[in-house]
């Protein structure tokens, strides 16, 4: 029986063992086929993440003419999303966000649940009415790792992601504003300045960073283009918002959130 | 073996062409709407069946350069029936009718790619299914690694150094191996 572990896997198929330890594992290979099915499975998720990990513009766009369809061909069929129970199991790149599966009720209830549940609805509407607090209801980020750990070495960076992650913006502005003045290619710094501008209401010197990130084409792009929508959403401009989600393709970081925050805005 | 003249079908998909994928709807979808209502679906089943069918072909005419080598009709058909079968397996549905429909003068090649074709999207599901379930900061790091750009540029970004990415990247990958082993049954976590 091998030892290995799934690291141990991912290390082998990477090309990053030993000679020696690379031999060996070839050796167990030969006979352990849980081992050998571990291997093609690592391959298999690379390769599949590897391809359909990008957002596939296609697969939308094909997505958006198969719904257009669906209203023409199949009576009731909707125009564009499940109108059926079937998990549609939308893959992350062509993922735009919208209902993955429609659950139907069939079940007739007796007449004072049926009540109950009218009068949750004029709630639900209530609530879905009443002006909406856009930033806290869907802008709320955490800023990932941002240094090396375990060097007991407190950065600007990793100070600052403290407070941001707390919540703490007045704390995280300065440093953020000093880490990016430091390195202005440094989209993290500027990006999350956007981010906590936005949430202190600084709405403009924001936006002036979120378009400045949009415009880059850093790895924070899209989600620069998801807080601009919000910050217009937030101001009740609900156009321009529409505007910025239209720029976030399906599968790009940020596209539920947009997904979610443009059903809102309907 | 000799590509198909319909394969032009798969070419209108990858191409999102209008007027073809309506050709596809038009020519295709009566018999499969009236095989999944016969066999305990709706109307709207038979439009989701056919339409995540036809997201599947993409996909693997995109990804695993399918190509058609058989008429689109019955293959379009095996894709659709074998999604409906194991989603009325999954409600714990009732039986399912016979088929009435021959489709053995297209010879076994059909079945076994519209076999492949099922099973592969299948796959393709699960994992990102379980990619779903891994913390922010591992989907946020593998999305980055894994859609080619530069190591060291998206360590640049994160603010953290090139090695510490690899690792944590290959920490997340096992992580990632692990949930999709637990779910297929597989050997899980740990040694192997």
Known sequence: MSTYTNEDVIRYVEGELSLEEKQKMEEDLRSDAALAESVALYRQLKVTLEQRLPADEGAAALRR?????????????GSGTSGGSIDTGRLSGENDGSSMKVVK????FPRYIAGMAAAAAILIAVVMLWPSDYLNSYGKTQMAGVTERGEGNDTLMEKASEYFNAGAFDKALPLLDHAYKADTTNQTALFYRGVAGLHKGATEEARQDLQLVF???????????FYMALS??????????????????????????AAGLRRKLE | MAIHPDQRYLEGLLSNDNQLVDEIYRLFSPGIRSWIIQNSGTEDDAADIFQESLIDIYNQAKYKGLELTCPFQ????????????NEIKKRGARQVTKSSDDLSEYGEDVFAVAERVGVEEEKAKLFFQQFERLGEKCREILRMSLTGQRQEKIAEALGVTYGYLRKKKSECMATLMSYVQAATGATSQGAI
């Open chain 1, 65 to 77: 003419t198969l719904g257009s369809m669906r209203g023409r061909y199949f009576s009731g069929g």
């Open chain 1, 105 to 108: 009720m069939k079940t007739r």
């Open chain 1, 215 to 225: 415009s880059g084409g850093s790895l924070f792009k899209y989600e620069a283009a």
């Open chain 1, 232 to 257: 217009y959403a937030q101001k009740g401009d609900k156009a321009t918002a529409r505007s910025w989600i239209d720029k976030i393709p399906a599968g790009a970081p940020g596209a539920d959130k």
């Open chain 2, 74 to 85: 019955p293959f379009l058909l095996l894709v659709c029936k074998r999604k409906w079968l």
